[in-house]
């Protein structure tokens, strides 16, 4: 009972939002992504000190407020990241992402090594790339 | 569930910690967060820090009895309990443990100590009481069967049935609303409300508020609130990678700064943030509750 699915994700890559709540809640609808924790500064609720993300199907990432402090990880810019997340029906998801707004980069396509996937930029300008190869 | 590791200080023995957390029934979930069943074997033993938090403490030990060493009201003597019921409070207690602690904790909300315990929350405010003491015989039936009971499914499913036979679904409804309303919004702003805001969305005078939220749950509005932001901040702490750091923490929580933070923690649990991490056990005080 020690170990099961969620705490088994060790890899978590940390984005920075210039509107944090904003793309959350793009992040759900366009992706499906289910927040599991945001904490807000408290006199400022815009700006988003930590939080967590996760996809249904396994793994998440964090994300904060770009320009929070000016720590290393409050200082980058956004905008730059790209993710790779594993999809089992990326037809219906690029349907979804792009009903929700987000900006086509490739469309869903069969890639000559057996995956089929699709590529779109969020608000942000940050890349997400959805697809059926699991990784080696 | 989030697995932790454990004190430092290496046992002999194997070190196993388990957190098993489920939903109980649900006309008990108004006032029942979810049960946390916990089995820690093989650490050495210490002493952990019983902190102030948003729900009543009602412990229910299988095996070895829970030994508070300093209860958070010094003038109280120290004792031990098989089933521990412990009101809100705004001091850490000091509980000793051996290599082996196991049992169910029940997160009660203040608002249903009239359900559960046939009191106000404010009669168990910064007390402990053996569970049997307050509700009578049933306190050491459920005891008794959760010491048989095989496996975690099995125990919780022992809790529901208790607790579904003594709670006094009635009695609730003699928590006043505008009491509830107050609670709710505390807990929801982890603490943030001021007084005043609070007093005004209730149409209630501030001193009417502080004497009616006193007289229900044994402390004012403004300790209260102190303690539910307390209790928001050790959970982000907890939670959160080390690169969040405390003044973040801090911000979000709704401190003036870091130092106002660091005063707080001094007074609710007796140490500094940082302290706290390092020495705290395997936590299972707020661990996110089961999906669904």
């Known amino acids: 009972m020690t170990n099961n699915t969620e705490s088994s994700t060790r890899v978590w890559p940390i984005l920075s939002y210039s509107d944090a709540p904003e793309a959350m809640a793009f992040l759900t609808r366009a992706f499906g992504l ?23 199907g396994g793994g998440g990432f964090m994300l904060g407020t770009a320009g929070k402090d000016d720590s290393a990880f409050g200082q980058r810019k956004p905008g730059n990241d790209a993710v790779y997340v594993v999809c089992d029906d990326p037809d219906a998801l690029f349907a979804q992402a792009t009903a929700a707004g987000a900006e086509v980069v490739r469309g869903p396509a069969d890639e000559d090594y057996g995956s089929r996937g699709f ?10 790339s959805f697809g059926t190869y699991a990784g080696e | 569930m989030t697995r932790r590791t454990g004190p430092r200080r290496a046992g002999p023995v194997e070190r196993d910690s388990q957190y098993v957390t489920a939903l109980p029934a649900p006309p008990l979930r108004a006032f029942i967060e979810r049960y946390v ?20 403490t009602f412990i229910v030990s299988i095996g070895p009895p829970i030994d508070v060493i300093a209860q958070s009201d010094p003038h109280q003597a120290p004792d031990s309990y098989r089933c ?12 000793g443990y051996g290599a082996h602690q196991e049992g169910v904790q029940i997160d009660v909300s203040p608002l249903g100590a009239r359900v559960l315990f046939g ?17 009578g015989r049933q306190g050491g039936e459920l005891w008794e069967r959760l010491q048989g009971a095989p496996d975690w499914p099995a125990r919780f499913a022992a809790c529901d ?99 106002h933070l660091d005063r707080d923690f001094l007074e609710l649990a007796g140490c500094s ?8 056990l395997p936590s299972f005080q707020d661990d996110p509750a089961p999906p669904g």
Not at chain 2, 41 to 55: C, D, I, N, Q
Request: glycine fraction near 8%.
């Open chain 2, 119 to 135: 009191v106000p929350s404010r009669v168990l405010w910064d007390a402990s009481v053996e569970c049997s003491d307050v509700v």
């Open chain 2, 161 to 259: 049935e208790m607790l579904l036979r003594w709670a006094n679904a009635d009695a609730g409804a003699h928590v006043a609303p505008e009491l509830r309303q107050a609670w709710h919004t505390l807990v929801r702003s982890g603490g943030v409300t001021a007084v005043g805001e609070l007093a005004n969305e209730l149409g209630w005078s501030r001193q009417h508020l502080a004497r009616r939220f006193g007289e229900e749950f044994g402390l004012g509005p403004k300790l209260a609130a102190r303690v539910l932001r307390f209790d928001r901040a050790t959970t982000m702490l907890r939670h959160t990678p080390s690169f969040t750091t405390i003044a973040q923490v801090a911000a979000s929580c709704g401190y003036f700064d870091q130092s």
């Open chain 1, 34 to 56: 289910e927040r599991r924790a945001a904490y807000a500064r408290a006199d400022d609720p815009q700006i988003i000190e930590h939080a967590e993300m996760r996809w249904p």
């Open chain 2, 37 to 56: 069943g916990y089995r820690l074997t093989g650490f050495a033993p210490g002493v952990h820090r019983g902190l102030p938090s948003r729900y009543l």
């Open chain 2, 273 to 280: 943030p940082s302290q706290l991490l390092t020495e705290e």
């Open chain 2, 84 to 95: 521990v019921v412990s009101g809100l409070q705004g001091r850490s207690a000091t509980i």
């Open chain 1, 119 to 128: 590529t779109v930029r969020d608000l942000e300008g940050n890349i997400w």
